[in-house]
């Protein structure tokens, strides 16, 4: 039992190349969640997934885009990378139930864009 | 919308009993999560309040008071595994029940 799986675990980006953040869990979760953390910003939601065949905006969806591929994958793909994108991401699942809706998050991408 | 403020550090000794506050502003109210993160790693989840009073688990303890939009986290016999930061979490109806996260406390302990 993995739980939450990310790949790559870090990368460097150029400005205006494109790249896309893989995310699987194998709990059986119906949400998934892709969030950003800067310095001092504390964790901020880019898109989420309620369940399997929908996605909604976060906080800061600009300049992302997602794909539920299946109930275990969540991708996240920035289409022209900008310096203001360097952060590392974090991808969680969720039951989906709300309430005490535990997050589990997988270990991050540390993303740098030059 | 939500937000959240908690303070930015705290800092106690080894063995100690340390407290971390989280006050918060939100449209609709659901619960107040608190999760632990270690440098480098990611975050995992602690405990968990919907309605007033104190949750324990282990050495850790949670408050809820919802008249006044205040929580906290207890941490008793401190130990330096303890140095972290820390989130609160509220989460709402008016936003999907998906958890919005302060900016963190980042909790240092000294020997």
């Known amino acids: 039992n993995a739980g939450v799986t990310q790949t790559p675990k870090f990368q460097v980006l150029k400005t205006g190349q494109s790249m896309t953040l893989q995310c699987a869990q194998d709990m059986n979760h119906n949400s998934m969640y892709w969030y950003r953390q800067d310095p001092g910003m504390g964790l901020r939601l880019i898109y989420y997934?309620?369940?399997?065949?929908?996605?909604d905006k976060g906080e800061v969806p600009n300049g992302y885009n997602v794909s539920r591929l299946n109930k275990r994958e969540f991708s996240l793909r920035l289409e022209s990378a900008a310096p203001s994108q360097t952060s590392v991401y974090f991808c969680?699942?969720?039951?989906?139930?709300?309430?005490?809706?535990?997050?589990?998050f997988g270990p991050g991408t540390r993303l740098t864009v030059l | 919308g939500q937000s959240l403020e908690q303070p930015s550090e705290v800092t106690a000794v080894e063995g100690a009993i340390v407290q971390i506050n989280c006050t918060y502003q939100?449209?609709?109210?659901?619960?107040l999560s608190w999760y632990q993160q270690h440098d480098g790693g990611a975050p995992t989840f602690l405990s968990y309040n919907a309605l007033d009073g104190l949750e324990e688990t282990g050495r850790f303890s949670s408050f809820l008071s919802r008249s006044d939009s205040y929580g906290y986290l207890l941490l008793q016999e401190l130990q330096m595994k303890d140095s972290a930061s820390y989130f609160c979490a509220v989460s709402s109806p008016g936003g999907s029940y998906i958890p919005t996260f302060g900016r963190g406390t980042s909790l240092i302990v000294h020997p």
């Open positions: 969680a699942s969720s039951v989906g139930t709300g309430g005490k809706d535990e997050q589990f």
């Open positions: 939100t449209s609709g109210f659901y619960g």
């Open positions: 997934s309620a369940s399997e065949g929908t996605t």
